[in-house]
């Protein structure tokens, strides 16, 4: 099993919200791609979502691993 380090949320809230861990590497879906990433940017949308603002917006499930804003090198493609 192919792991990751992420920055997640199990609840809505503030800052005290997020969570460093080390999460399983999950295979890309049709359509998807999977990143290996070298940098990232906090979007606003992440904050919003983090605290719950974009209430009309939320992901089905979590917890979620914010953040739309990489770089980096495409190591995988999913099923086209």
Do not use: W
């Not at 359509?31 to 009309?56: C, M």
């Amino acid at each position: 099993m192919a792991t990751m380090h992420a920055v997640r949320f199990s609840a809505y809230g503030g800052p005290g919200t997020l969570e460093y861990c080390t999460v399983e590497q999950t295979k890309p879906a049709p359509g998807e791609i999977s990143v290996e990433v070298t940098a990232i940017g906090v979007n606003p949308a992440d904050h919003k979502f983090r605290s719950g603002a974009l209430s009309g917006h939320r992901p089905k499930a979590l917890p979620l691993i914010p953040g739309m804003d990489v770089s980096g090198h495409v190591t995988e493609l999913g099923e086209v």
